[in-house]
């Protein structure tokens, strides 16, 4: 059992920079792989970005490529995203997942946190 708790969102004005958190609970956190996704209002969840259990590998967006950054702490069983040059299309709620492996696709992940509100103005 994973619970995962995100930090880190809030308003910030075209081309600023967020770092998101997500903490984790649970000993086998090092086993998950971690996927970053968000949703804005009236649209479907959509990934942002993953990182495999290990660190070594990682995967994106191609809208964040560039711009947004995963990196993951397992020794303090923590996931973060880097957002830099946001831009207003990047509004959302953010949301950290754990699963078995990266995957673009929600249903993949067994654990989800409860999401942080990300919006920036332009």
């Known amino acids: 059992q994973v619970q995962l708790v995100e930090s880190g969102g809030g308003l910030v004005q075209a081309g600023g920079s967020l770092r998101l958190s997500c903490a984790a609970s649970?000993?086998?956190?090092?086993?998950?792989?971690m996927g970053w996704f968000r949703q804005a209002p009236g649209k479907e969840r959509e990934f942002v970005a993953g990182?495999?259990?290990?660190?070594?590998?990682?995967n994106y967006a191609d809208s964040v490529k560039g711009r947004l950054t995963i990196s993951r702490d397992n020794a303090k069983n923590t996931v973060y995203l880097q957002m830099n040059n946001l831009k207003p299309e990047d509004t959302a709620v953010y949301y950290c997942?754990?699963?078995?492996?990266?995957?673009?696709?929600?249903?993949?992940?067994?654990?989800w946190g409860q999401g942080t509100q990300v919006t920036v103005s332009s």
């Open positions: 997942a754990a699963g078995p492996y990266i995957s673009a696709s929600p249903r993949v992940y067994d654990y």
């Open positions: 649970g000993r086998t956190f090092g086993r998950y792989s």
């Open positions: 990182i495999l259990w290990s660190g070594v590998n990682t």
